[in-house]
């Protein structure tokens, strides 16, 4: 991994699709910069394909209109059905997201595949996985563009991480894997409080030490970029999701090695089984929560 760091105020933006669906994604870039994220995490989701469908093209075309304006950061990924094990597959998908990333060339980063360490996306193993961050960073990699990668709080992430590690000293690889390790550090429940410390395998926000000591089997100390977090409105009173947010990204900027937070999302599905950890309510009203963002602060204060 590479070891360059980035000033110590804390990007803070957010996950959320709804600029590729709009013929006018600065309206979309507006809304998020009134709100206080500088940043957004788009997803690229891929099925196999080799190159980018016309549908997808229009979308990263779009995406590429924000990333002249604000900081877009591509998240190339498909489902567990997907994971691409073997090496034709995997030149296939790196070969799609260089395809992707070449259409926002103003992108700022890009990560492949999303929470590895989780069956949900990933039914290979950490060794598989390091094959397809080796094979990737290459075709990714440039000064202008870092390529990071996603472990799950949940699921193991230090066995994860400690097996990543090892497959990548035993390749005896000298490049780096990724510029940036991503992380996203949930909950164990939805209910807890961010800075709740974990005992075991369990890597939440406040477990940051432990995390920390798991990426330096790498070798060096990495840059870490929470590309997801939050707190859902469906099990916890908006008042308390505001204070959440606030106690999460204030921890973050104090954390020396975390370059940016991401909230999942700007605003709340549809569906009631969906996600609803948004900063607006499907309505387009404003929760808590958005000013709660928008005030927390992006340099640490202790």
Known sequence: MTHAHHARTL????DDDTLKWTPFPLTV?????????????????WHGEIAPTAVRRD???RAEIAARRTTVVLAVFGFGAQTPTAAWQRTRFCGYAKAALSLVPNARAVVVWNEANSPTYWRGTAAQYELLLA????????????VLDSTASAHNPIAFIGALATAYRDSGRKQPLVDAFGHNPYPETPTESPSVVHRGDFLGEADYARLVTA?????GTPSIWYLEDGFQTTKITPAQQASDITVAIGMAACQPLVQAYFNFELVDERRLAGWHSGLIWRGGRLKPAAAAFK???RRCRT
């Open 11 to 14: 990007l803070v933006g957010v």
């Open 295 to 297: 005030s927390a602060p």
């Open 29 to 45: 870039v507006r809304r998020q910069e009134a709100l206080g994220a500088h940043a957004v995490r788009v997803w690229v989701p």
């Open 135 to 146: 094979r990737c960073y290459g075709e990714l990699h440039s000064k202008h563009v870092e």
């Open 215 to 219: 990426l330096r089997a790498f070798g």
């Open 59 to 61: 979308e990263l075309a």
